[in-house]
């Protein structure tokens, strides 16, 4: 079956950075549209950076452009989540997800990991 496994999350002071990972198995992430999401406390879940599948493009958040770049290394079905300049407000679970068609910024996707936290404070 499909598994998609976050990990690299944690807690840090603003301005530091994070290197998030999402470990595919049971689908080859060059063949999907790979995104992350994340959702604080009371919060919606909300579209972070996503990757197309097959050498497309990349998408991010305007709160996160700039900051973040997400990343995909085929030879070892994993997709990454750079995260630079970490700010308070960035804290959240960080989920990531794949669908078989190209990104959405809508969480509208076929398989989702178990998230990984992210608590960004001083």
């Known amino acids: 079956q499909v598994q998609l496994v976050e990990s690299g999350g944690g807690l840090v002071q603003p301005g530091d950075s994070l290197r998030l990972s999402c470990a595919a198995s049971?689908?080859?992430?060059?063949?999907?549209?790979i995104a992350w999401f994340r959702q604080a406390p009371g919060r919606e879940r909300e579209f972070v950076s996503g990757?197309?599948?097959?050498?497309?493009?990349?998408f991010s958040a305007d709160s996160v452009k700039g900051r973040f770049t997400i990343s995909r290394d085929n030879a070892k079905n994993t997709v990454y989540l750079q995260m630079n300049s970490l700010k308070p407000e960035d804290t959240a679970v960080y989920y990531c997800?794949?669908?078989?068609?190209?990104?959405?910024?809508?969480?509208?996707?076929?398989?989702w990991g178990q998230g990984t936290q992210v608590t960004v404070s001083s």
């Open positions: 997800a794949a669908r078989r068609s190209l990104v959405v910024r809508t969480p509208q996707y076929d398989y």
């Open positions: 990757i197309n599948w097959a050498g497309g493009g990349t």
């Open positions: 049971g689908l080859t992430i060059s063949t999907y549209a």
